[in-house]
């Protein structure tokens, strides 16, 4: 007699297998090997691919399949014929240097004390907005490949002589021929070169040490010694103003070195407080003791405690030079005691003063400063609940005051650990609870996040590892897992943290040894055209989307990378495809990528790249 059991299992097994089989049929379908896009009834909404999808094999770009979002997401994204795409046009040729928030047509109207005019001034309506796309100059050609650049770029470029004619003797730079430029590592104080230069304060400050990580170059002229310091493993923050040294910041982004357009005027600078290891001025041309000390104040709010300033030229080594500088020596000397003087009531010590050079240091804790300050009379401490909240925030006469500790040999703020090791432990930040919402265990889980993430970008942009690229802008850092993740290649990357997002992050990025600013992307970014080799935005248009256009983010972006450059924008899918159609309009190659969270996650790639 039969067992009455076996039909139904019989029944039950077949349909699995022929359930199996459909699944198996259905995913070949959308996902085919060869990568051909199937087939589509006459009325079936075509796939969502991008304009232009003609990535050339020297963009070292590996090909994945197109997606077909329909099958995973159920969504219907129709496809705007390309005739009826309103491009974006190209500005004039005049807008081939053109920085929105640093526009020199505007100055006339701005005040000139403590050079506001200087300063960020974006435009906000509409009608004053840019919206066309920023030239490149003519004749542009490909930088050279890092680290030659350091030393050499094209002229054509970077197509200013001023610095090359006005700044000869000093050896700034040199215009070899009529095509390229020389950056011999020359300085307004370092005559003998940078790294004589260097090699100078290396006596004085421990830059082997793996202690000093992070540097700040106020008045950075061509940013010769941020390139010096590399050398060392210190990344170094290099910013000056557009002014009458034409072009001074361009020549260093050009060089592949971190750089910004900025200055000590009227707000308070970008970066938070305790973020940088060494401050240095040569010859910077501030006039630290005025507006009762103001900036070296700005310099003891983002000097991290125990680290340390250097200055050179006037009135440091005045004795020697005042005939070379043509300058009063009892003024200078008045102006040497007066700067000594405001140094002694920031509590900071003088540990040298050698030939060019004066270094001094800041304590590792306010418990001795409090009494001296009162004793001296000195500026009071800042009663600002929030040190790092900075952005478009004018300065003060005060002083920052440390956190606070217990033992006279203690580190305000907790003690760092040697380069590299404090690249991937947790920052004092995050140990002592500062930023609630962030503990130890989610930045550990962060870090593994973004390895995950960096092996599968290796998978879809191999030119990121191939020494194509040499400078990242990460638009919106977090806790800055992307840049760790990276730091074994060459490059290096400055890490936006945008000024209002949930958590202010910027400070555990200076501590992991990391360097950045913060940022409104609503507004341009301080820099000039063509600054970077590749853009990371993750979870960026999701902050923007109700904020601002995002037109005009996608324009900034696009004004800010180099010709060849690419774009790894990270979001929600439908998110994604609002950005899509308009980098349809710019006229942008791009590709549509599953994010390594896999076909069904919401989270998709778009990789966009910029033709030469």
């Given at each position: 007699?039969?067992?009455?059991?076996?039909?139904?299992?019989?029944?039950?097994?077949?349909?699995?297998?022929?359930?199996?089989?459909?699944?198996?049929?259905?995913?070949?379908?959308?996902?085919?090997?060869?990568?051909?896009?199937?087939?589509?009834?006459?009325?079936?909404?075509?796939?969502?691919?991008?304009?232009?999808?003609?990535?050339s094999?020297s963009?070292?770009?590996?090909?994945?399949?197109?997606?077909?979002?329909?099958?995973?997401?159920?969504?219907?994204?129709?496809?705007?014929?390309?005739?009826?795409?309103?491009?974006?046009?190209?500005?004039?040729?005049?807008?081939t240097?053109?920085?929105?928030?640093?526009?020199?047509?505007?100055?006339?109207?701005?005040?000139?004390?403590?050079?506001?005019?200087?300063?960020?001034?974006?435009?906000?309506?509409?009608?004053?907005?840019?919206?066309?796309?920023?030239?490149?100059?003519?004749?542009?050609?490909?930088?050279?490949?890092?680290?030659?650049?350091?030393?050499?770029?094209?002229?054509?470029?970077?197509?200013?002589?001023?610095?090359?004619?006005?700044?000869?003797?000093?050896?700034?730079v040199?215009?070899?021929?009529d095509?390229?430029?020389?950056?011999?590592?020359?300085?307004?104080?370092?005559?003998?070169?940078?790294?004589?230069?260097?090699?100078?304060?290396?006596?004085?400050?421990?830059?082997?040490?793996?202690?000093?990580?992070?540097?700040?170059?106020?008045?950075?002229?061509?940013?010769s010694?941020?390139?010096?310091?590399?050398?060392?493993?210190?990344?170094?923050?290099?910013?000056?103003?557009?002014?009458?040294?034409?072009?001074?910041?361009?020549?260093?982004?050009?060089?592949?070195?971190?750089?910004?357009?900025?200055?000590?005027?009227?707000?308070?600078?970008?970066?938070?407080?305790?973020?940088?290891?060494?401050?240095?001025?040569?010859?910077?041309?501030?006039?630290?003791?005025?507006?009762?000390?103001?900036?070296?104040?700005?310099?003891?709010?983002?000097?991290?405690p125990?680290?340390?300033?250097?200055?050179?030229?006037?009135?440091?080594?005045?004795?020697?030079?005042?005939?070379?500088?043509?300058?009063?020596?009892?003024?200078?000397?008045?102006?040497?005691?007066?700067?000594?003087n405001?140094?002694?009531?920031?509590?900071?010590?003088?540990?040298?003063?050698?030939?060019?050079?004066?270094?001094?240091?800041?304590?590792?804790?306010?418990?001795?400063?409090?009494?001296?300050?009162?004793?001296?009379?000195?500026?009071?401490?800042?009663?600002?609940?929030?040190?790092?909240?900075?952005?478009?925030?004018?300065?003060?006469?005060?002083?920052?005051?440390?956190?606070?500790?217990?033992?006279?040999?203690?580190?305000?703020?907790?003690?760092?650990?040697?380069?590299?090791?404090?690249?991937?432990?947790?920052?004092?930040?995050?140990?002592?609870?500062?930023?609630?919402?962030?503990?130890?265990?989610?930045?550990?889980?962060?870090?593994?996040?973004?390895?995950?993430?960096?092996?599968?970008?290796?998978?879809?942009?191999?030119?990121?590892?191939?020494?194509?690229?040499?400078?990242i802008?990460?638009?919106?850092?977090?806790?800055?897992?992307?840049?760790?993740?990276?730091?074994?290649?060459?490059?290096?990357?400055?890490?936006?943290?945008?000024?209002?997002?949930?958590?202010?992050?910027?400070?555990?990025?200076?501590?992991?040894?990391?360097?950045?600013?913060?940022?409104?992307?609503?507004?341009?970014?301080?820099?000039?055209?063509?600054?970077?080799d590749?853009?990371?935005?993750?979870?960026?248009?999701?902050m923007?989307?109700?904020?601002?256009?995002?037109?005009?983010?996608?324009?900034?972006?696009?004004?800010?990378?180099?010709?060849?450059?690419?774009?790894?924008?990270?979001?929600?899918?439908?998110?994604?495809?609002k950005?899509?159609?308009i980098?349809?309009?710019?006229?942008?190659?791009?590709?549509?990528?599953?994010?390594?969270?896999?076909?069904?996650?919401?989270?998709?790639?778009?990789?966009?790249?910029?033709?030469?």
């Open positions: 007699m039969a067992n009455p059991l076996k039909k139904p299992l019989a029944k039950l097994l077949l349909a699995a297998i022929l359930v199996s089989l459909s699944y198996l049929l259905g995913s070949n379908t959308n996902y085919p090997n060869n990568y051909s896009i199937p087939e589509r009834g006459r009325g079936s909404p075509p796939p969502l691919q991008c304009l232009q999808l003609n990535f094999s963009s070292h770009v590996r090909i994945s399949p197109p997606l077909h979002f329909e099958p995973s997401h159920r969504l219907h994204f129709p496809q705007e014929p390309q005739q009826n795409l309103q491009f974006f046009k190209r500005c004039p040729q005049n807008f240097n053109y920085m929105p928030c640093h526009d020199p047509s505007l100055e006339n109207n701005l005040s000139e004390e403590r050079f506001f005019y200087r300063e960020r001034h974006c435009p906000k309506a509409d009608e004053e907005r840019v919206k066309c796309l920023v030239p490149k100059p003519a004749g542009y050609q490909r930088p050279f490949p890092w680290p030659k650049s350091k030393e050499l770029a094209w002229f054509k470029n970077v197509p200013f002589k001023k610095l090359t004619v006005f700044k000869k003797s000093q050896n700034w040199r215009l070899q021929g095509d390229l430029l020389v950056f011999p590592g020359g300085g307004t104080s370092f005559p003998k070169g940078v790294n004589s230069y260097v090699d100078l304060i290396k006596r004085v400050v421990p830059l082997k040490s793996g202690k000093i990580r992070t540097a700040l170059d106020v008045g950075c002229g061509v940013a010694f941020g390139a010096a310091l590399m050398d060392y493993n210190i990344l170094t923050m290099s910013f000056a103003p557009l002014d009458v040294h034409e072009a001074q910041v361009q020549f260093a982004l050009e060089r592949g070195l971190p750089a910004m357009v900025g200055l000590l005027s009227t707000y308070q600078l970008p970066y938070p407080s305790r973020s940088f290891d060494v401050a240095h001025c040569s010859r910077c041309l501030v006039p630290w003791t005025s507006y009762d000390g103001l900036y070296l104040m700005e310099i003891d709010r983002v000097l991290r125990g680290g340390y300033w250097v200055v050179s030229g006037p009135p440091i080594s005045w004795k020697t030079s005042y005939r070379g500088w043509e300058r009063d020596a009892k003024d200078l000397q008045k102006e040497q005691i007066s700067l000594e405001l140094a002694t009531r920031l509590c900071w010590k003088k540990i040298a003063e050698r030939g060019p050079i004066a270094v001094w240091r800041k304590p590792t804790n306010h418990l001795h400063c409090i009494q001296k300050l009162k004793a001296l009379k000195s500026p009071t401490f800042c009663v600002k609940s929030d040190p790092d909240a900075v952005w478009y925030t004018k300065m003060e006469p005060c002083v920052t005051p440390l956190p606070m500790v217990n033992e006279i040999k203690d580190v305000a703020g907790g003690a760092l650990e040697k380069w590299p090791k404090r690249l991937n432990t947790a920052p004092p930040r995050i140990r002592s609870g500062f930023i609630e919402g962030i503990t130890v265990k989610s930045f550990n889980e962060d870090n593994q996040l973004w390895k995950k993430r960096v092996s599968h970008y290796r998978i879809i942009l191999e030119s990121l590892f191939s020494g194509k690229f040499r400078n802008m990460d638009m919106n850092a977090g806790l800055g897992g992307f840049a760790a993740a990276l730091a074994k290649y060459p490059v290096w990357v400055m890490n936006a943290v945008p000024f209002d997002a949930k958590h202010n992050t910027l400070g555990i990025l200076y501590e992991r040894g990391l360097i950045g600013t913060y940022i409104d992307w609503c507004e341009a970014f301080s820099t000039y055209p063509r600054t970077y590749l853009i990371h935005a993750d979870g960026v248009f999701s923007y989307m109700d904020k601002c256009d995002i037109v005009y983010i996608l324009l900034e972006m696009h004004r800010i990378l180099r010709p060849e450059g690419a774009i790894i924008i990270r979001d929600h899918v439908d998110i994604i495809v950005v899509k159609g980098i349809d309009r710019m006229r942008l190659n791009c590709q549509l990528l599953h994010s390594d969270g896999g076909r069904f996650h919401p989270e998709k790639i778009l990789l966009v790249h910029n033709s030469l």
